[in-house]
């Protein structure tokens, strides 16, 4: 069974940093591409990056609010996909999940982890 | 940005009734490799999301039957065949053809 677990998260000051981790079971980690999604509290979805499996470059995608200050890193020995965020702004708190893509056919993703909250104040 | 917009943003529905979501994308979501990857996701309150619906109508492993999924294009539709309480939730449709990646504003599906 596919289990994906974040971590990390807690309450921060604008401008602050935090590093979330997601940890991996169940799937073939090394192969999987990973993601990072989050919701504000009360609101909808949205996508915070990808990071490709080392066999397709281990490159990595960023929508426009979060590029340049958070970067998505992974480590295949341990099967732990992190998130470091940088210069946290107010607009950044929210949940923060994890997912996986396991098979090119059902991208972008398969399956979801549980969420840590992360809060930013001023 | 490709938008993504639901509609209804709320469905009443009765036990064993069947229910529909329409999502409209600003732009085709064809992407260059024949596929269209547009996803239906289904979260139950307190839970993370989960994948229903991959490339416009295929169920992903354990999804149950009454949920299907429909459309081509800029037009799609998610449709429950007869409602049960466990569908009770927030279902969102979510465009992976062109980053950002970008997601409906949600359907809150509740039991009348």
């Known amino acids: 069974e596919v289990e994906l677990v974040a971590s990390g998260g807690g309450l921060v000051k604008t401008g602050g940093s935090l590093r979330l981790s997601c940890a991996a079971s169940?799937?073939?980690?090394?192969?999987?591409?990973m993601s990072w999604f989050r919701q504000a509290p009360g609101k909808g979805l949205e996508w915070v990056g990808l990071?490709?499996?080392?066999?397709?470059?281990?490159?990595?995608d960023y929508p426009a609010p979060v590029k340049g200050r958070f970067t998505i890193s992974r480590d295949d020995s341990q099967s732990i996909l992190y998130l470091q965020m940088n210069y946290l702004q107010v607009e950044d708190t929210a949940v923060y999940f994890c997912?996986?893509?396991?098979?090119?056919?059902?991208?972008?993703?398969?399956?979801w982890g549980q969420g840590t909250l992360v809060t930013v104040s001023s | 940005d490709i938008v993504m917009t639901q509609t209804p943003l709320s469905s009443p529905v009765t036990l064993g009734q069947p229910a529909s979501i329409s999502c409209r994308s600003s732009?085709?979501?064809?992407?260059?490799?024949?596929?269209?990857?547009f996803s239906w996701l289904q979260q139950r309150p307190g839970q993370p999301p989960r994948l229903l619906i991959y490339?416009?109508?295929q169920r992903f492993s354990g999804v149950p039957d009454r949920f299907s999924g429909s459309g081509a294009g800029t037009e799609f539709t998610l449709t429950i065949s007869r409602v049960e309480a466990e569908d009770v939730g927030v279902y969102y449709c979510m465009q992976g053809s062109q980053f950002p990646w970008t997601f409906g504003q949600g359907t809150k599906v509740e039991i009348k």
């Open positions: 997912g996986a893509d396991l098979s090119d056919n059902s991208y972008p993703v398969d399956y």
């Open positions: 990071i490709r499996s080392a066999i397709n470059g281990g490159t990595r």
């Open positions: 169940g799937l073939t980690f090394t192969s999987a591409w």
């Open positions: 490339k416009i109508s």
């Open positions: 732009q085709s979501l064809l992407h260059s490799d024949g596929h269209t990857y």
